[in-house]
């Protein structure tokens, strides 16, 4: 099953939502640290969150190249395949 | 071009430790005792040392089994001093393999009832070593996210893909095993106890889960051995799984009293470790003395029943006074023989830490990044040898400690 990049785009965006505390604007450049101020912990809950909604594992070694929101959406629609 | 008698202006290495550095003299800066920077001066026993001069209450030690003073097992550490001199100085491979290092493997052997033993110079290494070498480019580590730093570096040293789960969460630990590409190599990583809040892992459960995805489990048992279990082989053997776990990992330096990790297992190929696994290799091997005092602590721990039940008296007594004394504990029932006490903040457990060394006892003091969800514990660890009326007088200097610092209502 392939979907198309707004589709992943807009379930992520929902998943994004109850972390997103001062209501960011989310564009791909959105980073997850520096803009949207993601603790560890926060990190791990939101990671929870994206592979359940998409039935993937992104591994640790995967989310170390992930910085902002675009690379996100780039990496769950690859590992969707 | 850079001229040769002219200096380029350099970043700063250390500048990523400022946060932190800040931190640690913020701290400082309100008076209170250097929560890490304790000297015992003398020690008495394995519950007793002189601290500033003053006799203090040993709660904050890995000591569970009260060896350290044990008549037997120093006279095994002098005897192979005499025998043997103060330190191989090689590998294990090389000129590092002595007996009483063969004999020390084979009280491992004996204690688990395991085929294998491998023993490394310390814990630490002991996960470094066969997490990394075991799992590599293409296989999955599926750990859980409180695991010892041990764990994580020996991840992050392999090359295998890591996928943590949320503590102690069996429907968190399946989803990842379940989405594993088919073929691919899995281990599984877990604790039987978690030494931050002192709570034990559900392994009958999980290893269930594990051996049905077809993982191979690697279980630290570092806080349980000695103590948990019927012949103290630890939480897996507690709940009957014992034969299930592929690696045990543990550590001389808690329950054995000196310092050395291990890895026991029954795979057929286990030996070939010794030859591929780097922290083994290129490293020096314990002292003669170390494996000595080791090898007959062990072999004692196997007959030490009454220890293990006095030492759960302790920990129940300790959890129900703390509690009934008005304190947040780590878990709602006592699990282990750490007992957790929950504090508001860092600045107020740092003072409570300071009010408890003046009444006379030491316990540990642990923040973020070591605890999880960033929280500041103090962290008590009790030994077999606290007596009875020890275990009242910490509780007395608890609620003491806790009126004055207005931690207790």
């Known amino acids: ?81 | 071009m850079i001229s040769e008698n002219q200096t380029a202006e350099h970043a700063d290495l250390f500048s990523k430790f400022d946060p932190l550095i800040k931190m640690r003299s913020d701290l400082l800066s309100t008076g209170v005792t250097d929560p890490f920077g304790l000297v015992m001066e003398r020690v008495i026993s394995p519950t007793v040392a002189m601290c500033n001069g003053r006799e203090t209450i040993l709660l904050g030690t890995y000591n569970y089994m009260g060896m350290t003073f044990d008549p037997d097992v120093i006279a095994a550490g002098k005897q192979a001093l005499d025998d043997f001199g103060s330190g191989t100085t090689g590998s294990r491979v090389l000129n590092g393999t002595y007996s009483p290092h063969k004999a020390v493997e084979q009280a491992l052997c004996d204690f688990y009832d395991m085929k294998h033993a491998m023993v490394f110079s310390t814990g630490y290494q002991a996960n470094l070593g066969i997490i990394s070498t075991i799992a590599g480019k293409g296989d999955y580590i599926v750990l859980d996210i409180d695991s010892h730093a041990s764990i994580w570096d020996g991840c992050k040293m392999g090359d295998a893909e890591v996928v943590p789960f949320k503590h102690n969460d069996i429907e968190a630990m399946e989803k990842r095993l379940r989405r594993i590409p088919e073929g691919a190599g899995k281990l599984v990583v877990l604790e039987g106890v978690y030494s931050m809040l002192g709570d034990i892992a559900p392994l009958k459960e999980m290893i269930a889960v594990a051996k049905k995805y077809g993982a191979m489990v690697l279980v630290d048992e570092a806080h349980s051995m000695g103590f948990i279990g019927p012949n103290g082989r630890g939480v897996a053997e507690e709940q009957g799984v014992l034969d299930d776990v592929d690696f045990v990992i543990g550590t001389f330096s808690k329950s054995v009293g000196t310092v050395g990790g291990f890895c026991v297992s029954n795979h057929p190929k286990f030996e070939v470790m010794r030859l591929v696994c780097r922290p083994y290799v290129f490293t020096a091997s314990l002292p003669p003395s170390v494996v000595a005092t080791a090898c007959t602590s062990i072999r004692k721990l196997m007959d030490a029943g009454e220890k293990r039940a006095h030492l759960w008296e302790n920990s129940k007594t300790l959890h129900k006074g703390l509690t009934d004394a008005g304190f947040q504990l780590g878990t709602t029932e006592p699990q282990s023989a750490i007992i957790s006490v929950i504090m508001p903040d860092l600045e107020r457990g740092a003072a409570m830490w300071e009010a408890l060394l003046h009444e006379g006892l030491y316990v540990n003091l642990a923040r973020p990044p070591a605890t999880p969800a960033n929280m500041t514990l103090l962290r008590c660890s009790l030994c077999a040898e606290h007596s009875a009326e020890q275990v009242q007088q910490i509780i007395g200097m608890f609620t003491r400690a806790g009126e004055a610092v207005n931690i207790l209502g």
């Not at chain 1, 707004?6 to 959105?30: C, G, H, M, W, Y």
């Not at chain 1, 909604?53 to 070694?61: C, G, K, L, V």
């Open chain 1, 1 to 81: 099953m392939t979907m198309d990049r707004q589709d992943v785009s807009a379930r992520i965006i929902a998943l994004i939502e109850p972390f997103n505390k001062k209501e960011v604007a989310i564009t791909d450049a959105t980073r997850f640290t520096d803009d949207l101020e993601f603790d560890s912990l926060t990190v791990m809950d939101f990671v929870a969150a994206i592979e359940d909604e998409f039935d993937i594992i992104i591994s640790m070694n995967q989310q170390a190249e992930i910085e902002n929101f675009g690379q996100l959406v780039d990496a769950v629609m690859k590992l969707q395949g």
